[in-house]
T-cell receptor, first 113, second 114 residues
Framework: NAGVTQTPKFQVLKTGQSMTLQCAQD?????MSWYRQDPGMGLRLIHY???????DQGEVPNGYNVSRSTTEDFPLRLLSAAPSQTSVYFC????????????FGPGTRLTVL | AQKITQTQPGMFVQEKEAVTLDCTYD???????LFWYKQPSSGEMIFLIY??????QNATEGRYSLNFQKARKSANLVISASQLGDSAMYFC???????????FGQGTRLTINP
């Protein structure tokens, strides 16, 4: 099993550009989520999904969009990148929502100029 | 709402000593989970240990144990016989039944000195 994979590992964007961060898991987990980590801080939830076709907002959803067409994939779209979105982005999945253990991908380091 | 507090921004420990990383939490939920994650300098988030709120025994995973004191709302991580490879950021986190997210503390940077 590859676990949770994320692409790309690094990305530099200009203000106003859009892009999609990819996330995939091969563990047949129902629950998937996106977090961002800013310097010196813990992780904050952006969006999450409890199954294919179902998504919802987390703590910091503005400027991001998600969809979940399959159990395996959960892409995160930046609609119009801003310097405030410079961060490290982590995708995570778990078998169960709520108290289920979440397993994280390796992260994507995004810089917006 | 859930909240996690880690009061130690940084800790320095000699190799082979035991170390305790503090974590206190706040929640009104009866059913919740407590987690510790390790983030080495390479950046990935590594799951270490989990404690459920109804678990009567403290969780253990190899050299890691979770000192769970429910009445005090604390969930400290204990690392026995520390190693140089334990140097990393450590995050305490919690989730609650029906809450679709992990809430993280700000982390503790642990440095193991040879």
């Amino acid at each position: 099993n590859a676990g949770v994979t994320q692409t790309p590992k690094f990305q530099v964007l200009k203000t106003g550009q859009s892009m999609t961060l990819q996330c995939a898991q091969d563990m047949n987990h129902e629950y998937m989520s996106w977090y961002r980590q800013d310097p010196g801080m813990g992780l904050r939830l952006i969006h999450y999904s409890v199954g294919a076709g179902i998504t919802d907002q987390g703590e910091v959803p503005n400027g991001y969009n998600v969809s979940r067409s399959t159990t395996e994939d959960f892409p995160l779209r930046l609609l119009s990148a801003a310097p405030s979105q410079t961060s490290v982005y982590f995708c995570a999945s778990s078998r169960l929502a709520g108290v289920g253990t979440q397993y994280f991908g390796p992260g994507t380091r995004l810089t917006v100029l | 709402a859930q909240k996690i507090t880690q009061t130690q921004p940084g800790m320095f420990v000699q190799e082979k000593e035991a170390v305790t990383l503090d974590c206190t939490y706040d929640t009104s939920d009866q059913s919740y989970g407590l987690f510790w994650y390790k983030q080495p300098s390479s950046g990935e988030m590594i799951f270490l240990i989990y404690q459920g709120s109804y678990d009567e025994q403290n969780a253990t995973e190899g050299r890691y144990s979770l000192n769970f004191q429910k009445a005090r709302k604390s969930a400290n991580l204990v690392i026995s016989a520390s190693q140089l490879g334990d140097s990393a950021m450590y995050f305490c986190a919690m989730s609650a039944q029906g809450a679709q997210k992990l809430v993280f503390g700000q982390g503790t940077r642990l440095t193991i000195n040879p």
